[in-house]
């Protein structure tokens, strides 16, 4: 199993935007930008839901819930996957993991390669 790293979390006002970054160790070989990557998150109460692919041919889908607010990205120098929180709501709140794996965003949020995740919260 790899292990992959979130960080970017944290608290925001609504409306306000969030960067969340998913990277593995330093030194390790994994590449992000030869597997499938994805974000997937837990809201208090609330079972895991996906959030957004990005396969390793850069093909991109979103939940609903995220399309046209989210968006994932990869930089491949930095060997890091990128998750753009915008126009946050309280809704939002939740625990962000970074999976590596799935591919399509209607998979269950389950298997593959998982990070500890990264807590944001959305409140006024």
């Known amino acids: 199993q790899v292990q992959l790293m979130e960080s970017g979390g944290g608290l925001a006002r609504p409306g306000e935007s969030l960067r969340l970054s998913c990277a593995p160790p330093s030194g390790s070989d994994f590449s992000v930008s030869l597997n499938n990557m994805a974000w997937a998150r837990q809201a208090p109460g609330k079972e895991r839901e996906m959030v957004a692919t990005?396969?390793?041919?850069?093909?991109?889908n979103y939940a609903r819930f995220a399309s046209g607010r989210f968006t994932i990205y990869r930089d491949n120098a930095k060997n890091t996957v990128y998750l753009l929180l915008n126009n946050l709501r309280p809704e939002d709140t939740g625990v962000y993991y970074c999976?590596?794996?799935?591919?399509?965003?209607?998979?269950?949020?389950?298997?593959?390669?998982w990070g500890q995740g990264t807590q944001v919260t959305v409140s006024s």
């Open positions: 990005l396969d390793r041919t850069g093909n991109i």
């Open positions: 999976n590596a794996g799935i591919r399509q965003i209607s998979d269950p949020a389950r298997g593959g390669v």
